[in-house]
């Protein structure tokens, strides 16, 4: 620590730490357009000039670059440097409008008057959208440039003698003005070196510089993955959410959590007129920080409002109509109830969601539990958790894994086993590109399709689907000390011969040293059978390499925001209870007579989409949702809830932090948050539930389930709902040997693709994926010139059963062999070709045929 | 991951020696201009991919350096020479005489994609001041009524060989 004077007061800084993020630190406030905190200085706006004593040659210098030193002596408020600081803005005001801050009624615009335009000021200036909120701005006023001589008066404005560079409004998230740039280059250096993505550039020199985005084409025809950390740093008003770009002004923020997958970012809701209107990272949780991706940024916007449930629906002959919350309420529980005495309680089933909250699933298990009185509960990815979780326990004898994935970003050999992880999971992804970029960490991903992370891999191994686990098995192998534990070896087809030597050579070097280590595992969400193998392979690794220390390793990160926390808090089969898939076989079959569904869409979520309809199609449905899902469509009795940025509770992450959300919203009409709804129903059932509101239930859960901490307790993104230590050794397993494929056709891959939202393809909406990106079957050209395909071409694909209509695209990223389509395409489209989970998914071949157009 | 093909695949060949790191940027955006005559897309993806950089740092580079183009060249490129001794020798009025009879400015193609004009830098020939270059051939000791007669040539469509 070194003593230095600020505007003198005595002030103990690291010695060598940047002087302006110390003197922002200490409350001063001090402009400093181009510096990113955390970033080396780039030192381009000169904005941040402070006087150091001594300095050389003068006393006037960049506190961006100058270093905490012991005895430095710092003024941040001299005449001198004032002046210095307003000259320097006066060059960059040069180049940029000054509507905001010279407009003489700026003061003056105050809802209600009129503004200079002659148009009524509704609550804010209608001159710039970053009006109010903007650094530039503030910039000024912080040196005040209005006593700067006149601003600008008299001096050459380049700005208004030059036609404005055309702005591009051509993708839905990032809306690019480059009229507004002052050329601080923050947006390239945070695309760079914080999201490793390097979509931005400056092109050209001198006076014609600015900024492009990939080879100077429009936003989207670049890298870009919309993640919006350069619209988090842009001190102008060029880089903008396009969504909300002119009402982002927030009344007030509230800090939640993206519940879009398993990373479970911790974000900030700007809110206006009661909806969310802009998200900022929030830095609670510890892995995402200062990150989130495209999900957690614009995924509030998903769903238009009018496409959202606020009232009630109930069945009344064809049709569902609206109906009042509590004839909807009284229906919902007569039904539930008829079938209950009638039947019993056993012949109803209850579906919970991954993405509702641990208070939402608590009072869900409870009602099968205690009101229902039925084992049947479940999710439709539940037995894919299961048979992770079972891996899990049999190899390293806990059922929480007690990993940190911050842990990931110091490791110095991270192997990576997923479809995708940079558009399952994107912030991890980015986690682990720090990790390689920043520390050197060598990379091996394992995985049947190229994805953004591959070029950061020292070994990236390709396997066949359903060949995954035998390709981290082969690694396994090549380190264990005692293989006889690992079950005949299976040839992990596809994967050659260089790939896996260079993988076993990383794994190698990483067993015989003691750094960090880190298996990263996310399942796709559609086979339990070869999710289980994948587990026990990714344990085998962490166990070969790390002994004792494995499951500190072991990473798992499922697909979806709270699997892990609606498991914690009951939703799973009771004894004797089904799983979803016996669950949806008895339901066609007459066993199970109604279901309740809070939130999930196993039209959407489930493998064998016949089977599931026709379960939904024969039995009775409660469905309590936001939005009017596929499933929903079926159902006698809809309750509308509110979306999930409206809702209180907590979600249980990856890494099982528990994560605060709060609500960035409030009923427009009937709407009601799931605790809400859930207590009523099981009153109306005579379930005797007093519980006040989300605070209530989890006060209940922490006291009944292990980990869990009231409100109070909570400390979001850091509070670790962890289990207790292994009583068992760690144990080697076996992998079966994948099913073979029927027929010779392509093996399909179907994972979670990045942009498109669980609420639109839900609903099925042409919105699902704004941006029409995800909506093709990817497909490598030696197989589309097999079945005489083009890119663009629309094509059917088929077992022989079921179709999928999908243009293609090609791709050397696919294998041979494979189509892989988004899991989220159409609806879940591409579930029908797949059987009823149990069975390997893997083992299913799909046709291609081109489309006849008449 | 973006598709191979055929066009790919040649400029791949072209640059397939160049390695990261190495400070082959230029030497490869040198070698695709010789050969195309410009910097495609397509070859900034594939100058990224095999320099391990982003395209939109290929695309910085390029245009930092008025040399690259990024749009295929005109049929003829002049370049006028913009170095001392020609401007002493009325190399402005040479600029301005072909400007206005082409209708563009230094660094434009006429429309119909036949004529360009970009600046040069003195190639050391200073005794043919003031001097144009007709694709790689020094057109010199140019007088204001000569460029324009050299202009229209090249305008109306004249063997660059010829004029
Ligand atoms: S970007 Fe900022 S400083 Fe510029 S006009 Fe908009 S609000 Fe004003
Ligand atoms: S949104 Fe993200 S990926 Fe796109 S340019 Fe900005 S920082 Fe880069
Ligand atoms: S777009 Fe914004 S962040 Fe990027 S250089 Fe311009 S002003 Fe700076
Ligand atoms: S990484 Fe996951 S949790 Fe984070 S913002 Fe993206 S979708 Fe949300
Ligand atoms: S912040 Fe120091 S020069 Fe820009
Ligand atoms: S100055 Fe024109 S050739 Fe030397």
């Known amino acids: 620590m070194a003593k230095i004077t600020i505007n003198g007061t005595e002030v103990e800084a690291e010695a060598g730490r940047r002087l302006v993020e110390v003197i922002k630190e200490q409350g001063i406030r001090i402009t400093n357009l181009c510096y990113i905190d955390g970033l080396e200085p780039y030192a381009g706006c000169r904005t941040c000039l402070v006087d150091i004593e001594g300095g050389r040659p003068t006393s006037i210098q960049l506190s961006c670059t100058a270093q905490v030193a012991e005895g430095m002596v710092v003024r941040t408020d001299t005449p001198e440097v004032k002046r210095a600081r307003q000259g320097v803005m006066s060059l960059i005001m040069a180049n940029h409008p000054d509507r905001c801050l010279t407009c003489h009624r700026r003061v003056h615009c105050q809802p209600g008057e009129i503004c200079l335009r002659d148009d009524v000021v509704t609550h804010r200036c209608l001159t710039c959208s970053k009006n109010y909120r903007c650094e530039l701005q503030t910039s000024t006023e912080m040196i005040d440039m209005g006593e700067y001589e006149e601003p600008w008066v008299g001096e050459v404005r380049s700005y208004y003698e030059t036609p404005p560079p055309e702005p591009d409004r051509a993708n839905p998230y990032l809306e690019f003005d480059p009229q507004m740039c002052i050329i601080c280059t923050r947006c390239v250096r945070a695309c760079a070196d914080i999201r490793h993505t390097g979509a931005i550039t400056l092109s050209g020199k001198g006076s014609s510089t600015a900024i492009a985005f990939g080879t100077g084409g429009p936003v989207h025809e670049s890298n870009c993955d919309f993640c919006g950390a350069c619209i988090d740093v842009c001190p102008t008003a060029t880089l903008m959410e396009k969504p909300n770009k002119w009402v982002g002004l927030a009344e007030e923020w509230t800090n939640s959590t993206c519940n879009s997958c398993s990373v479970g970012c911790t974000i900030s809701y700007g809110v206006a007129n009661d909806r969310p209107v802009i998200v900022r990272p929030d830095r609670l949780n510890q892995f995402s920080r200062d990150q989130i991706c495209v999900r957690g940024r614009f995924h509030y916007d998903a769903v238009a409002e009018n496409q959202r449930l606020s009232r009630s629906l109930a069945r009344r002959g064809e049709r569902l109509l609206p109906v009042p919350a509590d004839e909807a309420l009284a229906e919902a529980a007569r039904l539930l109830d008829g079938v209950r005495r009638e039947h019993g309680g056993g012949a109803i089933a209850v579906l919970g969601s991954p993405l509702a909250t641990n208070e939402e699933a608590y009072l869900l298990a409870r009602i099968a539990r205690d009101v229902l009185q039925t084992p049947h509960i479940d999710f439709s990815h539940g037995s894919i958790h299961r048979a992770v979780q079972g891996a899990i326990h049999d190899a390293l004898g806990v059922d929480r894994l007690p990993s940190d994935l911050t842990s990931v970003e110091t490791a110095e050999t991270i192997v990576v086993l997923a479809s995708d992880l940079e558009e399952s999971h994107n912030v991890a992804a980015l986690r682990i590109k720090d990790a390689v970029v920043k520390r050197g960490a060598r990379l091996v991903v394992v995985s049947p399709r190229w994805g953004e992370l591959v070029p950061f891999a020292a070994a990236w191994l390709q396997p066949s689907p359903g060949f995954e686990a035998a390709a981290v098995q082969a690694l396994v192998r090549a380190i264990a000390s005692d293989a006889s534990q690992l079950g005949e070896p299976v040839v992990p087809r596809g994967v050659t011969a260089s790939s896996l030597e260079s993988a076993v050579e990383v794994v190698r070097a990483a067993a015989a040293s003691d750094k960090g280590f880190a298996v990263v595992y996310a399942p796709n969400p559609v086979d339990a059978a070869a999710a289980g193998d994948q587990a026990r392979a990714c344990a085998n690794l962490a166990i070969a390499a790390r002994g004792q220390a494995a499951a500190s390793s072991l990473h798992y990160l499922p697909t979806d925001a709270n699997v892990l926390g609606i498991s914690d808090m009951g939703v799973g089969p009771a004894a004797n209870g089904m799983a979803f898939s016996q669950i949806i076989e008895a339901a066609r079959d007459g066993r199970i007579k109604a279901l309740l569904i809070h939130d999930d869409n196993p039209l959407l979520n489930g493998a064998g989409s016949d089977d599931i309809r026709a379960a939904l199609e024969a039995a009775q449905l409660v469905v309590i949702d936001s939005v009017r899902s596929t499933t929903a469509e079926l159902a006698e009795v809809v309750l509308a809830e509110l979306p999930f940025f409206a809702k209180d509770g907590t979600i249980t992450n990856a890494d099982r932090r528990i994560n605060r959300q709060r609500p960035a919203g409030v009923p427009r009409r009937e709407e009601r948050d799931g605790v809400a709804l859930l207590t009523a129903l099981a009153n109306e059932l005579g379930g005797n539930f007093a519980y006040a509101d989300a605070a209530a239930v989890t006060a209940e859960a922490a006291s009944k389930v292990a980990g869990y901490l009231p409100y109070e307790q909570v400390r979001s993104g850091r509070s670790r709902a962890v289990g207790a230590e292994a009583t068992t050794q760690p144990r080697l397993q076996a992998i079966g040997a994948p099913a073979a494929p029927e027929g010779d056709g392509l093996r399909l891959v179907v994972a979670r693709s990045l942009y498109t939202t669980w609420e639109g393809a839900s609903m099925r909406s042409e919105e699902a994926d704004k941006m029409h990106r995800e909506e093709v079957a990817t497909l490598n050209p030696r197989d589309a010139e097999a079945a005489g395909v083009r890119s663009g071409d629309a094509v059917v694909l088929t077992d022989g059963t079921h179709e999928v209509s999908v243009s293609v695209r090609l791709d050397d990223g696919v294998a041979p062999g494979t189509v892989y389509v988004p899991h989220y395409y159409d609806g879940g489209a591409v579930m029908s070709l797949l059987p009823l989970e149990g069975t390997a998914a893997a083992s299913v071949t799909v046709a291609v045929r081109a489309l006849q157009l008449a | ?163």
């Not at chain 2, 490869?28 to 897309?41: I, N, T």
């Not at chain 2, 740092?57 to 370049?79: C, I, K, L, W």
Request: proline share 6%; hydrophobic share 40%.
């Open chain 2, 1 to 163: 991951m973006p598709l191979e093909t055929e066009a790919t695949a040649e400029i791949r060949a072209l640059v397939a020696d160049l390695r990261p790191d190495d400070a082959d940027m230029l030497e490869a955006l040198h070698r695709v201009q010789h050969r195309y005559g410009y910097v495609s897309q397509e070859a900034m993806y594939v100058i990224a991919d095999q320099l391990r950089v982003t395209p939109a740092h290929v695309y910085g580079v390029t245009t930092y350096y008025s040399d690259f183009r990024t749009t295929p060249p005109p049929e003829v490129t002049v370049a006028w020479c913009g170095g001392p001794a020609c401007r002493l020798k009325n190399g402005a009025g040479i600029r301005d005489a072909m400007q206005a009879v082409l209708g563009i400015e230094l660094g434009e193609d006429t429309a119909d994609g036949r004529v360009g004009l970009v600046a040069g830098q003195c190639n050391g020939s200073c005794e043919q001041a003031p001097q144009v270059w007709v694709g790689e051939r020094v057109v010199g000791r140019l007088t204001a009524a000569r460029a324009v007669t050299l202009a229209r040539a090249l305008r109306d469509g004249a063997d660059p060989a010829s004029v």
